[in-house]
């Protein structure tokens, strides 16, 4: 078996609502390895995005543990936390959240200068993750110039900038056609295969969820995974 990229125990989240207390984690139990994509489903406000969040360090669960490519965070300060998250988790969320004025190559070039990578450096793997997606050619494109497609490949290549053993994904082809999503979706997959990435991935879409290695359901604050055929 291949390494953990991320591994959650006993999670629970609640949330003060309205003076009362929304438990919506309730010991949720994952573990994703390094080449595997996993998907997670069940209904609206289960709490898949607040699972997620956890997952990728943008949240404290109130209880539990997280532990990305072996590492315990949970007793890291936030400083920390935010060193190990932008070197070790990357998002990619279903709008692409690509920054309007620049282009393909800069988004891809702009989270790697933040993390302190020279940019002669940044630009190089810029160019070879945007070959890895298949879109060489469109990097001085401006994502406006870009089919919706497109833009989220442009998005998984950004989320992949900095190298992390772990991919966070909501909804990744929610917005797209089903044809694009299927070649957006086969991509990803390629990718996370070749780069030996953990990816977490959260979809309505359970045609797509029944294709990744393994499928989990958020139920009742716990997560159940799917018996597969
Ligand atoms: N910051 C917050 N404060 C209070 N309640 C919250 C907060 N964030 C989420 N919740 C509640 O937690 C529950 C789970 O929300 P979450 O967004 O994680 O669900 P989800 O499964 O991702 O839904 P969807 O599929 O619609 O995105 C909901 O009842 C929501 O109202």
């Known amino acids: 078996m291949s390494e953990p990229m991320l591994e959650l125990s006993g999670i629970v989240r609640t949330f003060e609502q309205a003076g009362t207390e929304l438990q919506v984690l309730r010991g949720a139990e994952l573990t994703v390895h390094a080449g595997e994509l996993v998907a997670l489903v069940g209904p609206s406000g289960a709490g898949k995005s607040t699972l997620l969040h956890i997952a990728g360090l943008l949240e404290r669960p109130t209880a539990g ?14 400083g920390k936390r935010t060193e190990v998250r932008r070197r070790s988790v990357g998002f ?18 702009l989270p790697q200068m933040i993390n302190g990578v020279p940019k002669r450096t940044a630009r190089e793997r810029a160019l070879e993750l945007l070959r890895m997606v298949g ?16 833009q989220q490949r442009v998005a998984i290549a950004r989320a992949l900038a900095n190298g992390p053993g772990l991919l966070i994904a909501d909804e990744p082809t929610g917005n797209l056609d089903p044809h694009t999503a299927e070649g957006v979706f086969a991509m990803l997959t390629s990718i996370v295969r070749q780069a030996r990435v953990g990816a977490l991935i959260a979809t309505h879409n359970l045609e797509l969820a029944n294709r990744m290695d393994r499928v989990f359901e958020m139920s009742d604050g716990l997560l159940v995974e799917h018996a597969r055929v």
């Open 135 to 150: 879109l060489e050619p469109r990097a001085g494109h401006r994502p406006a110039r870009l089919s919706g497609g497109e």
């Open 65 to 78: 543990t997280v532990r990305i490519a072996g590492t315990d965070v949970s007793a890291l300060d936030d």
């Open 92 to 109: 990619v969320y279903q709008f692409h959240h690509l920054l309007p004025e620049f282009s393909a190559l800069e988004n891809i070039v």
